[in-house]
């Protein structure tokens, strides 16, 4: 196996020399070099890459991994903490059709059930990506940057007991206790009760 040379061109491997005994790309990237913006995936600094790509078939296999650190801001408490990231990448690439290339279709990834079929059983999760490269070059970047952001929370959380932030002042509650009153949340048979004793008055008026 061959060890990539830690620069973005690692993620940019010569078709030749992708084997099948395997080509083992490991290089630091940053935000900037993956395209990565601020709406996308804040980094703290700069992130590990590990790949081995493979010729297997007619498809060049993916496979590794991306670990670093986010920024994110807490959907409670709206706190900015650091996050530690490690996405895990399995991706298959194939060669874009000459036709298409000519015909000035855009590359583009498609799900692997759409195009292979697979076993019932097996984990949706685990199945592969399926994308497009032309030339004499696979370009990884993209993918990488993808799977980054598609492995990013929906609701990042600084953590788990997050307290949030007090609904009257705005304290943060993970620093310390305000001195609002908490609210009292009305039980829905109270509230019946309350409309049917208020009925009774407006039919006995």
Do not use: W
């Amino acid at each position: 196996m061959l060890t990539g040379i830690a620069t973005m061109d690692s993620l940019r491997p010569a078709v030749v020399d992708i084997t099948p005994q395997g080509l083992v790309i490991s290089c630091d990237v940053t935000a900037e070099e993956l395209g990565l913006n601020e709406a996308d995936e804040r980094l703290a600094g700069p992130l590990s890459v590990s790949l081995e790509v493979r010729q297997q078939e007619n498809a060049v296999t993916v496979a590794g991994t991306v670990e670093g650190e986010a920024v994110r801001q807490c959907v409670r408490c709206l706190s900015e903490y650091d996050d530690p990231l490690y996405v895990t990448l399995y991706a298959d690439y194939l060669r874009q059709p000459e036709s298409a290339s000519k015909s000035g279709v855009p590359l583009k990834r498609v799900g692997r059930k759409s195009k292979i079929q697979e076993p019932a059983a097996e984990d949706a999760d685990e199945q592969d990506e399926i994308y497009f490269y032309q030339g004499d070059h696979v370009d990884l970047s993209p993918m990488v940057r993808e799977q980054i952001i598609l492995a990013a929370p929906m609701q990042p959380l600084c953590r788990e007991d997050c307290a949030g932030l007090c609904p009257k002042c705005g304290q943060n509650l993970n620093d310390r206790r305000c001195a609002c009153e908490p609210e009292q949340t009305q039980s829905p048979f109270r509230i019946l009760r309350d409309r049917r004793e208020k009925s009774g008055r407006d039919g006995g008026t």
